[in-house]
């Protein structure tokens, strides 16, 4: 792949280069096609290949990258860049509900309070994409059937700010179902990251049950009620205590999939672009 990378970037005359080197690329491509095709047309009918019958099977899998996106984020720059606000606080009680499950609400939070985060930089990841899995089981990693984005904004190279983009998605609270809404609740992703392997180790107990390798940072939702009678959609807002909104730190294994919010603009809807 390094060396096709090469010779796109080759054929360029290096101004505004990925619109050339896309182009030279699916150029190649189609090249490529019309070549296997003249081949095909001369050989001759090849054996015929067994073919996967498509299915409504909705199950998906997880692909994180292989490295971070942003492999040292300060933590501060999490609270003012990501928007994760009580990033700390949320992973206290992560930790804590992780080392002493069937705590109560009080008890965690008092817990929590004890709890010393031992490093001031974690790694950080800028999307979660979901492969399919065919007929088969068998996960496809050439497929991406949805994505998850959890970026700040940034510049790119000509000084043009690309805004922050922080995706909502679908949770899986522990009982949800492979249909319906029920067990699920609605939440914004703030941040992706891991920890490494020292702080895991003074973080979490040692027990059988090694800490999930990818977490998320997500403000939550109000649960699902009733649906409205007259569009059959469901109604949430932001779930909001004590003037703040709520937070806490998941398994990105608890993701089942991105999920798109219509805005209630009421009356009218502004003029200016909404950010939530």
Known sequence: ML???????????????????????????????????????????????????????????????????????????????????????????????????????????????????????????????????????????????????????????????????FDTVLVNEGDGGTTGVDGYRVAQVRVVFTLTNQASNVLFRAGPAQPPTHLAYVEWFTPFQQPESHHGLYKVARLIRHGERLASIINISDIRRSIHLIPNFGVAAPLTDMLI
């Open 3 to 165: 060396p096709l990378t090469k010779d796109a970037y080759r054929a360029t005359n290096h101004k505004d280069e990925y619109t050339q080197m896309t182009l030279w690329l699916e150029r190649r491509e189609k090249i490529l096609w019309h070549d296997n095709f003249v081949q095909w047309r001369l050989v001759g009918d090849i054996a015929p290949q067994e073919i996967i019958p498509p299915d409504m099977d909705y199950r998906r899998a997880i692909k994180m990258t292989k490295h971070p996106t942003i492999k040292r984020v300060q933590l501060d720059r999490i609270v003012r860049e990501y928007g994760a606000t009580f990033f700390t606080e949320a992973l206290a009680r992560y930790v804590v509900g992780r080392n002493q499950p069937g705590l109560s609400a009080a008890q965690l939070e008092r817990e929590a309070a004890h709890i010393i985060i031992p490093f001031d930089t974690v790694a950080t990841f800028h999307r979660i994409k979901f492969n399919s899995i065919n007929a088969r089981g068998i996960q496809d990693s050439s497929v991406t059937v949805d994505s998850v984005h959890c970026q700040p904004s940034q510049e790119d190279k000509r000084g043009h700010m690309i805004p922050a983009r």
